[in-house]
């Protein structure tokens, strides 16, 4: 198949999941952030602070506000809506009641000839090492493949996040490259590994 046959066999429609999209697991629970999460997502980011902040952005001096995290919300929803980017909160619903244990989300999505999207991801320090991340991002991959039509997820983590780059592996990631200065984190410009991950009905064609 040439260039031009490859692109008129492109998805002429893109996917429009619903804001009640849930992806359930045989742990996990994840749908999209809610207001009435704001206590739980506060404490489980108060308490699990010197474990994350190594690994992501600079956290404001308001992170953990009610406001911002409306101001979270309101990005999240508009960017669902528009198909740019789709934000999970993950619950453990082993109790009676579902536990907020992290976030993840396939963002900076991209359909028409790229059909990609990137993920990323944290969990809270309680919750660390126990597979529920692997249980997760093998739920928002098969929401990519299936939902969204993409032809590929990429990720990216610090060439020393070595949990990081179990779960990748773990989850059929491949390390495709290093990227210089690729993301500010914690207040520093920092080197990155990426990764990828083909969807399988593609590999197979």
């Not at 939902?147 to 592996?169: F, G, W, Y």
Request: proline letters at 7%.
């Amino acid at each position: 198949m040439d260039w031009f046959s490859s692109f008129l066999a492109l998805p002429t429609s893109r996917p429009h999941p619903s804001l009640d999209t849930q992806l359930m697991g045989p742990r996990l629970l994840l749908r999209m952030p809610d207001s009435q999460d704001w206590k739980q997502w506060r404490v489980l980011r108060d308490a699990s602070r010197d474990f994350l902040v190594p690994w992501e952005p600079e956290w404001p001096p308001n992170c953990l506000t009610y406001n911002f995290y409306c101001s979270l919300l309101r990005r999240q929803w508009r960017d669902w809506r528009a198909g740019k980017a789709f934000t999970f909160s993950i619950f453990l619903h082993e109790g009676e009641r579902p536990v907020l244990v992290g976030g993840i989300t396939l963002g900076d999505v991209h359909f028409a000839a790229a059909q990609k999207g990137t993920i990323g991801y944290w969990v809270g320090k309680p919750y660390a090492g126990q597979g529920i991340m692997t249980e997760a991002l093998g739920l928002v991959c098969d929401f990519a493949f299936d939902t969204l039509r993409l032809h590929r997820v990429e990720a990216s983590c610090l060439p020393h996040n070595n949990p990081s780059k179990a779960l990748l592996r773990k989850c059929d990631f491949v390390e495709e490259g290093f990227a210089k200065a690729y993301l500010q984190i914690n207040g520093k410009r920092e080197d990155h590994l990426l990764w990828g991950r083909v969807n399988p009905r593609l590999a197979q064609a």
